[in-house]
């Protein structure tokens, strides 16, 4: 029989290090080794599994990822072989009245986010009044001159953002990072239900769990709506870099679920400052593209010249209004390192308000009394490269040896500017099946905010899992995987404890 | 209206998965015929041989190696296994385009031929392993039909289909009749192989009897009106699909392969029948074929890779 083991036994810590890292909080078990109520009828399902089974269903879900060509498709030499990103086959539960208080935190964020864009692009008021330093934002790399007093319908330059939240110890989310450019992640989200409902069809349907199959329709009506007051019946397309990206099967999945044409730069043709595709009766109008590409490589003429994934003369048909680019060119400069530190600042200059949902704290080595502080206690902190992404350009303290420390202190005294640092946090964990046996790993949250018209908040994530024991990187590009999320309703949280 | 890469990658899909298909006879009907120690066993592997365009005979290979090879190898762009990598590959390019089911019927034959467990399934029973992969393309094409709209996508998967099986069916029928330097293929056993590959035995005993005769089989293969896979019915479908595309694109530019397919399948449609021997047949294949060609080339011209200028908005 599987039974779920005890977060702290697994923990790859030493005895010192647990001393100083408070303990992970666990998504499933309280302190006492309680269940929490709402997973109550999961883990009683799970008892009834034993590991054989459960490693059955397994492979089963992982069939049916093979099956669907979700994979990424890893190249070399003559042959090619598929890869699935690691699923694990237990659901993450987060009970009605937690996600409430998540979907307040991300809509008053959001908003706050398209005003900075607006302003920054516009009239740079929060520049003027110093709340957020100058040379931060416009020297920052993802700033882009280019956008400079361009007219953004809605004000809303993020449309798709997906923000990464964790758990603190003391179980409040706090956000760690906002995605603003090309978040990806939403196919595994939707994938992930859909392999869930056939895993635990009984516990699933008994949980009364939120449904998130409206994700590609509201995301339809989104980019319409980008182009409600010009465009009535709008030609929406879903740019991708192409095949060989590791994202591609994502694009593709939206694009079908929305109906909408999926194009690649050597698609597009730019004409009389219009763009258009090359269709088999010739040329047809595009009014909104959903860019899957980075803002550097959508227009060789404005942008990186080396780039082949773009348009020519791309941009110039965005500032002339008669594209509508999603998200806009621009917005990482609202999603960089240091800026963040900045959010809730943001959000009370521009809504006066409180952000609902914490950062974590963070220092920026720019700052000379912070990073004498960043120095000293390189041994705690998780020390990021602003620029970087993807888990990429990150020293993790307390895991690094003397040398990787030592290593990245002399990197961080070469640019200071480069580097912001946070605390250790242990993210929470949750139960995962690993080689048969139920043992705790780390997870974050990724949920998925639309804004358009207006914000709306998916009620689904991406829960990603560092499935490296007592590793704290869920990234997928290192060794992590994700697996189901389940947002219950309203009413389901009592029904579940009974 | 559809990308003009999309229509390309569908109609390749069509063209690959034929390929693979056909092969699969091929290599079938020569391991079963040269089970026999008869002149039709080395005539099916100089058939299959020429047939896959390798003329020259790396062949002190046994016909089990040329079939393994034929069917496996992934550095040889011709292969089974190859046509169906592509095919796949194409199918993941448009991946928005196709249905599910119609994915999925690839995806997985894809998988299961790339495999690591391949090599071991053909070795145990080629035939098996052979008759599975057609069994798993009837089920890819009947989910295309039952599935996907019957609109301009799917039309470009059967053309893609139709103009590769006309080509198929034309260069085997090449290869036995229209040889002017060999003797025209006239052993029983052979004729029957050559009708087993283009998946007509049964149809040609239906309608001529167990008679088995070349001027015959010639007629069936080129000229017969109901088999699928005669040249003729390829044409007629070809055109069929292209005058029904027509709907969806400007008239302008279109003329070129409608024109083509229709003075092709006319061709087809009223030839005299008396006046088709086998000697002359070879003049006629390569008609055939050359128009074939020249039908691909209009079609890539007309919908996949247009001048632009000839298309800019007023």
């Not at chain 1, 590991?51 to 049916?64: D, I, K, P």
């Not at chain 2, 069509?14 to 391991?31: F, N, P, Q, T, W």
């Amino acid at each position: 029989m599987a039974t779920a083991q005890r977060p702290d036994e697994a923990a790859a810590f030493s005895p010192a290090e647990l001393a100083q890292a408070p303990v992970a909080y666990d998504e499933m078990l309280a302190a006492l080794g309680d269940v929490r109520p709402h997973y109550a009828a999961l883990d009683r399902r799970i008892a009834t599994l034993a590991s054989a089974e459960m490693s059955e269903r397994q492979r089963t879900l992982e069939r049916f990822f093979l099956l669907q060509g979700i994979t990424f498709t890893v190249y070399g030499g003559e042959s090619s072989t598929e890869r699935i990103i690691p699923t694990d086959l237990l659901p993450r539960i987060i009970p009605a009245a937690e996600w409430a208080k998540i979907e307040a935190g991300l809509t008053q964020r959001l908003r706050a986010l398209n005003m900075f864009l607006s302003d920054i692009y516009g009239d740079q008021q929060i520049l003027m009044d110093g709340v957020v330093p100058r040379e931060l934002v416009l020297g920052a790399p993802s700033y882009r001159r280019e956008m400079q007093n361009l007219y953004v319908p809605h004000q809303a330059y993020a449309n798709v953002c997906g923000s990464d939240l964790i758990r603190q110890p003391d179980g409040a989310f706090a956000v760690l990072e906002d995605n603003l450019r090309v978040p990806s992640g939403v196919s595994y989200m939707l994938a992930n239900r859909e392999a869930s409902r056939r895993t635990f069809p009984g516990t699933f349907r008994a949980a009364g769990v939120r449904a998130i199959d409206r994700y590609p329709d509201l995301l339809l009506a989104t980019l319409k709506g980008m182009a409600a007051d010009w465009r009535p019946n709008p030609q929406i397309v879903v740019l991708t870099p192409g095949v060989y990206n590791s994202a591609y099967y994502e694009h593709a999945y939206l694009a079908r679920l929305m109906g909408c044409p999926l194009v690649e730069g050597r698609d597009l043709v730019v004409h009389d400052n219009m763009v258009y595709m090359r269709t088999t009766t010739g040329l047809r109008r595009i009014d909104v593209i959903y860019r899957r590409v980075d803002d550097d490589f959508i227009d060789p003429l404005t942008f990186r010249r080396d780039s082949g994934l773009g348009v020519a003369g791309l941009f110039n048909v965005y500032r002339a209004g008669n594209v509508v680019i999603c998200n806009a060119p621009g917005t990482g400069v609202a999603d960089d390192k240091a800026v963040y530190a900045y959010v809730p600042a943001i959000i009370r200059y521009y809504l006066g308000e409180d952000a609902i949902l914490p950062n974590i704290e963070t220092y920026l080595c720019r700052e000379a009394s912070q990073l004498q502080h960043v120095l000293g206690n390189l041994d705690k902190l998780v020390v990021k490269a602003v620029g970087a992404s993807g888990g990429y350009g990150m020293l993790i303290g307390p895991h690094a040896s003397q040398k990787e420390r030592e290593d990245f202190a002399d990197a961080i005294k070469a640019d200071p500017a480069n580097y912001i640092a946070q605390p250790t946090i242990q993210l929470s964990t949750a139960p995962c099946l690993i080689d048969g046996v139920i043992e705790p790993r780390h997870v974050d949250l990724r949920p998925f905010i639309l804004s358009g018209e207006k914000i709306v908040v998916t009620p689904g994530a991406l829960t990603r899992v560092a499935l490296r024991k007592g590793s704290l990187v869920v990234n997928s590009s290192q060794g992590g995987g994700s697996k189901d999320t389940w947002i219950l309703e309203d009413t389901a949280d009592e029904e579940m404890a009974s | 209206m559809m990308l003009a890469r999309v229509a390309d990658s569908l109609y390749w899909i069509g063209r690959y998965v034929e390929r693979a298909e056909h092969l699969c006879r091929l290599s079938d009907v020569m391991l079963n015929a040269t089970l026999d120690r008869t002149e039709a066993a080395s005539q099916a592997t100089r058939i299959v041989l020429a047939a896959v365009g390798d003329t020259e005979g790396a062949r002190a290979a046994s016909p089990y190696e040329l079939a393994f090879a034929l069917a496996l190898n992934r550095e040889d762009g011709g292969s089974i296994t190859s046509s169906l990598a592509l095919a796949r590959e194409n199918a993941r390019q448009v991946r928005d385009q196709i249905t599910t089911e119609t994915w999925e019927r690839l995806n997985l034959l894809y998988l299961r031929v790339t495999g690591p467990e391949a090599p071991k399934a053909f070795a145990d029973s080629p035939s098996t392993f052979l008759h599975e992969i057609i069994a798993d393309l009837h089920l890819f094409k009947g989910a295309a039909d039952a599935t996907m709209s019957h609109g301009e996508g799917w039309r470009f998967l059967l053309l893609g289909v139709y103009l590769e099986r006309a080509q198929l069916v034309g260069r085997l029928l090449g290869v036995c009749f229209g040889d002017g330097r060999r003797r025209p293929l006239d052993d029983h056993m052979a004729l029957m192989s050559v009708l087993r590959m283009s998946c007509g035995l049964e149809p040609y005993l239906r309608r001529f009897t167990a008679d088995i005769q070349p001027r015959k089989i010639l007629e069936f293969l080129l000229l017969d009106e109901e088999f699928p896979r005669s040249i003729r019915f390829a044409t007629a479908r070809i055109e069929e699909h292209l005058s029904a595309t027509a709907r969806y694109v400007d008239a302008a530019g279109h003329a070129g392969p409608e024109r083509l397919a229709g003075r092709l399948r006319a061709r087809l449609q009223y030839a005299d029948m008396d006046e088709l021997d086998v000697a002359g047949a070879g003049a006629l294949i390569s008609t055939v074929l050359d128009e074939c060609a020249a039908l691909h080339q209009a079609i890539y011209d007309t919908f996949v890779a247009y001048s632009l200028e000839m298309r800019l908005p007023a």
